[in-house]
């Protein structure tokens, strides 16, 4: 249900307002950060805490708050462990890859799913 590895949208970090590259399509409810910025000290997820209200639903609670907190764009090691690879999803130590989602170890891979 939350897991979008096929479609990717353009979108601004909510932070540092930066062009990036997302899994979530815009507009979105709750802010988009980079990667940088979601794992940075720039916001406080602590603050995006609620108190359960026992008079709505655990489905209604749980929506309310997951509009409400910060997602991160993409889930990949760009510019870490991997080398030119932006538009990829759930990759690690990668080199020169394009819409590659579930994979790792790999290079010179374009359009490709869950390769190691």
């Known amino acids: 249900m939350f897991r979008n590895e096929h479609n990717f949208y353009h979108a601004e ?13 815009s507009p979105q409810e709750s802010p988009i950060l ?11 997820p602590i603050s995006y ?3 359960f209200d026992f008079l709505k639903s655990f489905s209604e609670n749980f929506m309310y708050l997951l509009q409400k907190v910060p997602k991160v764009a993409m889930l990949n090691d760009d510019s870490v462990g991997s080398v030119n690879c932006e538009y ?3 990759v690690s130590f990668a080199k020169d890859c394009y819409l590659v989602d579930t994979s790792w170890k ?5 359009y490709c799913s869950q390769l190691s």
């Open 13 to 25: 970090c909510f932070l540092c307002k930066k062009s990036i590259i997302t899994i979530y399509q």
């Open 34 to 44: 980079c990667q940088k910025c979601f794992g940075s000290d720039k916001w406080n």
């Open 49 to 51: 805490g609620i108190k």
């Open 88 to 90: 990829t999803y759930n």
């Open 106 to 110: 790999i290079e010179n891979c374009l």
